[in-house]
């Protein structure tokens, strides 16, 4: 890996960005379960989390805003996953870490 290129200013400023959206407790909760759900979708999120269909609607926008998340209509359900591979990456770990 070459270090130069991994610390140039527009590659730390993108992961800072990025981990910065993600940084919310409620936004990184919704990474994890987006990551261990089949198809999970705006019902199924809410109700994971104990939260107002809103406030998840909310960060949802801000993670999608972002180009962290993105989400396909099936049928009468829009399902969200991770689009992004970097936070998809991390976000894989931290659930494989806690089912340990």
Known sequence: ???????????????????KVCGHPIRLKLLCVISGQDDPCVTNLWTSLGERQPVISQHLSVLKEHGVVDSTIHGNRRIYFIRDEFIRDIVSKMVAESGK
């Open 1 to 19: 890996m070459d270090l130069q290129s991994l610390w140039s200013e527009p590659v730390i400023s993108e992961y800072s960005r990025k981990l």
